[in-house]
């Protein structure tokens, strides 16, 4: 389980969530089979979007963050519900350059240039999207910026994902810092003090240290009050219900084509696949007739 610790300011000034998001990474790596720099790329997609589930305003929203670069890596998107849950999906999970000039993964390398979508589902209420170009392809400057540019919530964000020799994550995690109206100009000017503390989340949980480690640092010099931690996981909903409404989207006479040609290639079936947890549903002739009759 991934734990997300959130917190705010004494005064009001901001709200803090630190999270380790460790688990939720090496399931979506069981899953995808990631090479390491899609695992880097993916992982810290997935644990921003965790991290923002949780600020959706009730139980039942869902939110989709998702990066269309134009590098090797194609599409790259989560989705995540009001408790942190969260799942994701990587358009070329084999995604991997060699590393960067000083040692890291070259995530902006796989991503390229493009654009960071977030598409927010409240509900009743109509659909909230914000799209933004990339400003780095790194993911924690791209939710940055996306905060700043179409929500004005100045943000700090830090992610990392620490790939071990044996392609698992070794760890993984966040911290992101939000201002709130009418914030107070020395916490804001100790929160720009404290931000290149933060250069690198993944050591600081490899080292041991907790989500409540983190926060301190995070929040050197500023007073806090701790007010709950969640418990988060890479969860996905995909069911056989789902699969067949999505069969019957395509329509009658194109599910009947998709199994003759099938049957071309030796299958008297139809496999449809989730992309977040590459869990198969098989539907044979007798199925497809009774979805549509």
């Given at each position: 389980m991934a734990k997300i610790l959130r917190a705010m300011t004494r005064d009001g000034?901001?709200?803090?969530?630190?999270?380790?998001?460790?688990?939720?990474?090496?399931?979506?790596i069981s899953y995808h089979k990631t090479?390491?720099?899609?695992?880097?790329?993916?992982?810290?997609?997935?644990?921003?979007?965790?991290?923002?589930?949780?600020?959706?305003?009730?139980?039942?929203?869902?939110?989709t963050?998702?990066?269309?670069?134009?590098?090797?890596?194609?599409?790259?998107?989560?989705?995540?519900?009001?408790?942190?849950?969260?799942?994701?999906?990587?358009?070329?999970?084999?995604?991997?350059?060699?590393?960067?000039?000083?040692?890291?993964?070259?995530?902006?390398?796989?991503?390229?240039?493009?654009i960071l979508s977030v598409s927010k589902d409240v509900g009743d209420e109509v659909p909230f999207n914000g799209n933004i170009e990339l400003v780095s392809?790194?993911?924690?400057e791209d939710i940055t910026s996306y905060y700043a540019t179409s929500e004005q919530t100045p943000t700090l964000c830090a992610l990392g994902?620490?790939?071990?020799?044996?392609?698992?994550?070794?760890?993984?995690?966040?911290?992101?810092?939000?201002?709130?109206p009418f914030a107070d100009e020395e916490v804001i000017s100790q929160l720009e003090k404290n931000a290149p503390l933060l250069n690198s989340v993944s050591r600081m949980f490899e080292k041991g240290m907790s989500n409540e480690d983190i926060l301190k640092v995070a929040l050197t010099g500023i007073e806090y009050?701790?007010?709950?931690?969640?418990?988060?996981?890479?969860?996905?909903?995909?069911?056989r219900e789902r699969t067949e409404k999505?069969?019957?989207?395509?329509?009658?006479?194109?599910?009947?084509?998709i199994l003759d040609e099938q049957r071309g290639e030796g299958l008297d079936y139809i496999e449809l696949s989730c992309h977040?947890?590459?869990?198969?549903?098989?539907?044979?002739?007798?199925?497809?007739?009774?979805l549509f009759n």
């Open positions: 000034s901001a709200r803090a969530y630190v999270i380790n998001s460790t688990d939720i990474v090496n399931k979506a090479a390491p720099t899609a695992t880097a790329l993916l992982g810290r997609l997935l644990t921003a979007s965790s991290v923002m589930g949780t600020m959706l305003p009730e139980d039942g929203c869902t939110l963050v998702a990066i269309r670069g134009n590098g090797i890596a194609g599409t790259t998107l989560a989705t995540a519900d009001y408790w942190g849950n969260v799942k994701g999906y990587i358009q070329n999970p084999m995604a991997d350059l060699p590393l960067k000039p000083n040692g890291k993964l070259d995530v902006s390398g796989i991503v390229g240039g493009g392809g790194e993911v924690a994902v620490l790939v071990d020799t044996d392609y698992t994550c070794l760890s993984a995690g966040g911290v992101m810092i939000q201002l709130l009050d701790v007010f709950d931690e969640l418990d988060a996981d890479y969860l996905c909903n995909c069911s999505a069969l019957i989207s395509l329509g009658k006479s194109e599910a009947y084509k977040f947890c590459d869990k198969t549903y098989k539907f044979y002739k007798n199925d497809i007739d009774k």
